[in-house]
Protein backbone atom coordinates (compact mmCIF):
# COMPACT_ATOMS: atom_id res chain seq x y z
CA UNK A 1 0.00 0.00 0.00
CA UNK A 2 1.46 3.53 -1.19
CA UNK A 3 0.38 6.40 0.74
CA UNK A 4 -0.38 9.77 -0.47
CA UNK A 5 -0.23 13.24 0.83
CA UNK A 6 -3.93 13.31 2.49
CA UNK A 7 -3.13 10.25 4.25
CA UNK A 8 -4.79 7.92 1.22
CA UNK A 9 -3.90 4.37 1.00
CA UNK A 10 -4.12 2.79 -2.42
CA UNK A 11 -3.41 -1.05 -3.53
CA UNK A 12 -3.11 -0.19 -7.07
CA UNK A 13 -2.50 -3.77 -7.90
CA UNK A 14 -6.29 -4.02 -6.90
CA UNK A 15 -7.63 -1.15 -8.21
CA UNK A 16 -6.35 -1.99 -12.11
CA UNK A 17 -7.15 -5.64 -12.19
CA UNK A 18 -10.59 -5.82 -10.69
CA UNK A 19 -11.70 -3.22 -13.82
CA UNK A 20 -9.83 -5.03 -15.89
CA UNK A 21 -11.44 -8.55 -15.14
CA UNK A 22 -14.96 -7.11 -15.16
CA UNK A 23 -14.00 -5.58 -18.46
CA UNK A 24 -13.11 -9.28 -20.20
CA UNK A 25 -15.86 -10.49 -18.40
CA UNK A 26 -17.96 -8.17 -20.43
CA UNK A 27 -16.45 -8.45 -23.59
CA UNK A 28 -16.50 -12.19 -23.75
CA UNK A 29 -19.66 -12.56 -25.92
CA UNK A 30 -18.21 -10.19 -28.39
CA UNK A 31 -14.91 -11.89 -28.56
CA UNK A 32 -16.39 -15.52 -29.25
CA UNK A 33 -18.64 -14.01 -31.66
CA UNK A 34 -15.76 -12.92 -33.61
CA UNK A 35 -13.63 -15.45 -32.83
CA UNK A 36 -16.10 -17.94 -33.90
CA UNK A 37 -17.64 -16.08 -37.40
CA UNK A 38 -13.30 -16.07 -38.23
CA UNK A 39 -13.54 -19.50 -37.77
CA UNK A 40 -16.44 -20.92 -39.32
CA UNK A 41 -16.10 -20.23 -43.00
CA UNK A 42 -18.04 -21.72 -46.18
CA UNK A 43 -17.08 -25.33 -46.87
CA UNK A 44 -16.25 -25.74 -50.85
CA UNK A 45 -19.66 -27.57 -51.45
CA UNK A 46 -21.12 -24.58 -50.16
CA UNK A 47 -19.29 -22.08 -52.01
CA UNK A 48 -20.05 -24.13 -55.55
CA UNK A 49 -23.55 -24.50 -54.98
CA UNK A 50 -23.55 -20.28 -54.34
CA UNK A 51 -21.69 -20.18 -57.60
CA UNK A 52 -24.29 -22.09 -59.51
CA UNK A 53 -27.35 -20.45 -57.98
CA UNK A 54 -25.68 -17.26 -60.10
CA UNK A 55 -24.95 -18.70 -62.56
CA UNK A 56 -28.72 -19.80 -62.35
CA UNK A 57 -30.07 -16.71 -61.69
CA UNK A 58 -27.84 -14.72 -64.22
CA UNK A 59 -29.07 -17.31 -66.75
CA UNK A 60 -32.78 -16.89 -65.95
CA UNK A 61 -32.52 -13.09 -66.19
CA UNK A 62 -31.42 -13.61 -70.12
CA UNK A 63 -34.85 -16.29 -70.63
CA UNK A 64 -38.02 -15.01 -71.81
CA UNK A 65 -40.12 -16.68 -69.01
CA UNK A 66 -43.59 -16.42 -71.31
CA UNK A 67 -40.96 -17.67 -74.87
CA UNK A 68 -38.92 -20.28 -72.96
CA UNK A 69 -41.46 -21.40 -70.07
CA UNK A 70 -40.33 -24.92 -70.10
CA UNK A 71 -36.51 -24.32 -69.90
CA UNK A 72 -37.22 -21.29 -67.44
CA UNK A 73 -39.32 -23.55 -64.98
CA UNK A 74 -36.51 -26.18 -64.84
CA UNK A 75 -34.22 -23.54 -64.04
CA UNK A 76 -36.30 -22.63 -61.21
CA UNK A 77 -36.61 -26.02 -60.36
CA UNK A 78 -32.87 -26.44 -59.90
CA UNK A 79 -32.66 -23.38 -58.53
CA UNK A 80 -35.00 -24.32 -55.95
CA UNK A 81 -33.16 -27.25 -55.20
CA UNK A 82 -29.98 -25.89 -54.01
CA UNK A 83 -31.54 -23.21 -52.34
CA UNK A 84 -33.03 -25.48 -50.19
CA UNK A 85 -29.16 -27.72 -49.54
CA UNK A 86 -27.74 -24.28 -49.01
CA UNK A 87 -30.68 -23.38 -46.55
CA UNK A 88 -30.05 -26.75 -44.86
CA UNK A 89 -25.94 -26.82 -44.72
CA UNK A 90 -26.64 -22.83 -43.45
CA UNK A 91 -28.86 -24.36 -40.24
CA UNK A 92 -26.47 -27.36 -39.68
CA UNK A 93 -23.63 -24.44 -39.58
CA UNK A 94 -25.93 -21.85 -37.58
CA UNK A 95 -26.14 -24.96 -35.18
CA UNK A 96 -22.88 -25.69 -34.45
CA UNK A 97 -21.70 -21.72 -34.10
CA UNK A 98 -24.20 -22.13 -31.49
CA UNK A 99 -22.77 -24.76 -29.72
CA UNK A 100 -19.42 -23.63 -30.25
CA UNK A 101 -20.74 -19.78 -28.82
CA UNK A 102 -22.21 -21.46 -25.85
CA UNK A 103 -19.67 -23.49 -24.97
CA UNK A 104 -16.71 -21.23 -25.09
CA UNK A 105 -18.38 -18.34 -23.74
CA UNK A 106 -19.13 -20.40 -20.77
CA UNK A 107 -15.94 -21.67 -20.91
CA UNK A 108 -14.35 -18.29 -20.62
CA UNK A 109 -17.02 -16.80 -17.83
CA UNK A 110 -15.91 -19.74 -15.87
CA UNK A 111 -12.06 -19.12 -16.16
CA UNK A 112 -12.64 -15.20 -15.10
CA UNK A 113 -14.59 -16.13 -12.29
CA UNK A 114 -11.71 -18.56 -11.26
CA UNK A 115 -9.61 -15.31 -11.81
CA UNK A 116 -11.84 -13.64 -9.54
CA UNK A 117 -12.07 -16.29 -6.68
CA UNK A 118 -8.22 -16.74 -6.77
CA UNK A 119 -7.44 -12.79 -6.74
CA UNK A 120 -10.28 -13.05 -3.83
CA UNK A 121 -8.63 -16.01 -2.12
CA UNK A 122 -4.59 -14.99 -2.46
CA UNK A 123 -4.81 -11.84 -1.68
CA UNK A 124 -7.87 -11.94 0.73
CA UNK A 125 -11.22 -10.37 0.77
CA UNK A 126 -10.38 -8.25 4.14
CA UNK A 127 -7.87 -6.53 1.88
CA UNK A 128 -8.84 -2.98 1.35
CA UNK A 129 -8.59 -1.56 -2.14
CA UNK A 130 -8.45 2.02 -1.03
CA UNK A 131 -8.45 3.21 2.77
CA UNK A 132 -9.31 6.81 3.07
CA UNK A 133 -9.96 9.56 5.92
CA UNK A 134 -13.29 7.96 7.60
CA UNK A 135 -15.16 10.96 7.16
CA UNK A 136 -14.83 11.28 3.48
CA UNK A 137 -17.81 8.37 3.25
CA UNK A 138 -19.22 8.93 7.11
CA UNK A 139 -22.69 7.82 7.25
CA UNK A 140 -21.73 4.73 4.74
CA UNK A 141 -18.13 3.80 5.97
CA UNK A 142 -19.02 0.67 7.28
CA UNK A 143 -20.86 -0.50 4.45
CA UNK A 144 -18.08 0.59 2.11
CA UNK A 145 -15.49 -0.95 4.44
CA UNK A 146 -16.86 -4.67 5.14
CA UNK A 147 -15.82 -6.83 5.40
CA UNK A 148 -12.19 -5.74 6.10
CA UNK A 149 -12.71 -4.05 9.06
CA UNK A 150 -10.87 -1.47 8.19
CA UNK A 151 -12.29 2.35 9.45
CA UNK A 152 -12.34 4.37 5.82
CA UNK A 153 -11.68 1.60 3.81
CA UNK A 154 -13.36 0.66 0.54
CA UNK A 155 -13.35 -3.38 0.20
CA UNK A 156 -13.01 -5.58 -2.78
CA UNK A 157 -16.40 -6.28 -3.47
CA UNK A 158 -17.78 -2.45 -2.97
CA UNK A 159 -15.08 -1.53 -5.25
CA UNK A 160 -16.30 -4.82 -7.60
CA UNK A 161 -19.37 -3.48 -7.33
CA UNK A 162 -18.78 0.46 -7.95
CA UNK A 163 -16.41 -0.95 -11.59
CA UNK A 164 -19.24 -3.38 -12.73
CA UNK A 165 -21.89 -0.02 -12.81
CA UNK A 166 -19.12 1.97 -13.94
CA UNK A 167 -17.83 -0.17 -16.87
CA UNK A 168 -21.58 -0.98 -17.72
CA UNK A 169 -22.59 2.47 -18.66
CA UNK A 170 -19.39 3.17 -20.57
CA UNK A 171 -19.51 -0.02 -22.38
Known amino acids: MEEGRNKVAVNTF ?21 CVSKYQLLSANEADKIAQAVKIKEEMKSLSMVDEFAKYAK ?10 DLESTAQARQLIQVK ?23 IGIRTPVFVVPKHWFFPLS ?12 ISIPVWTV ?4 VISLLI
Open 14 to 34: LVFIIPLIIILFKIIPKLVDW
Open 75 to 84: LQRRLNQISL
Open 100 to 122: AKTSVTMIMYGLTAIIYFALLFF
Open 142 to 153: VVLSYPTGVDGA
Open 162 to 165: TMRN
